[in-house]
């Protein structure tokens, strides 16, 4: 059965790029997550669509323990409430960047409230485009 989606946490685009070998194998869509570089959803296929966006910044961050986990249980939120992909990928990056603001994995994640907020109060520019 072919997976939907795959996520990756890389911090070199190399990862990302053999993202075309999983498409072979069945899987529809790649989402690549940098630190620096921001976010990328891909179907790496020559002519179809991807997705990418920067990252939200957040100045005086105390501890980076549990940014990856609040990115994919945005993603999980997104992927269950249907949302579309710009949507998704700000509320996933801003759930994401939200977990440096404490100590630890889990005190300083955004609610759902402060995650949409953040997100009206910080604009993140998510772009498409085409494979060539």
């Known amino acids: 059965m072919p997976?939907?989606?795959?996520?990756?946490?890389?911090?070199?685009?190399?990862?990302?790029?053999?993202?075309?070998?999983?498409?072979q194998v069945g899987?529809?869509?790649?989402?690549?997550?940098?630190?620096?570089?921001?976010?990328?959803r891909e179907l790496?296929?020559?002519?179809?669509?991807?997705?990418?966006?920067?990252?939200?910044?957040?100045p005086n961050g105390v501890d980076p323990s549990g940014c990856?986990?609040?990115?994919?249980?945005?993603?999980?939120?997104g992927i269950v409430k249907g949302w579309d992909l710009p949507v998704m990928i700000r509320y996933t990056s801003a759930l994401g960047a939200s977990a440096i603001?404490?100590?630890?994995t889990t005190d300083g994640?955004?609610?759902?409230?402060?995650a949409a907020e953040f997100i009206t109060e910080n604009h993140?520019?998510?772009?498409?485009?085409k494979f060539q």
């Open 101 to 104: 603001h404490a100590p630890g």
């Open 27 to 40: 899987c529809a869509g790649i989402l690549v997550s940098d630190t620096f570089c921001g976010l990328m």
């Open 109 to 114: 994640v955004f609610t759902a409230k402060q």
């Open 68 to 77: 990856g986990d609040a990115f994919t249980a945005g993603l999980v939120t």
């Open 124 to 129: 993140l520019e998510v772009q498409s485009g």
């Open 44 to 58: 790496p296929r020559k002519g179809q669509e991807f997705w990418q966006a920067g990252i939200y910044e957040m």
């Open 3 to 23: 997976y939907e989606m795959l996520y990756w946490n890389a911090s070199n685009f190399w990862v990302a790029a053999g993202g075309h070998k999983i498409a």
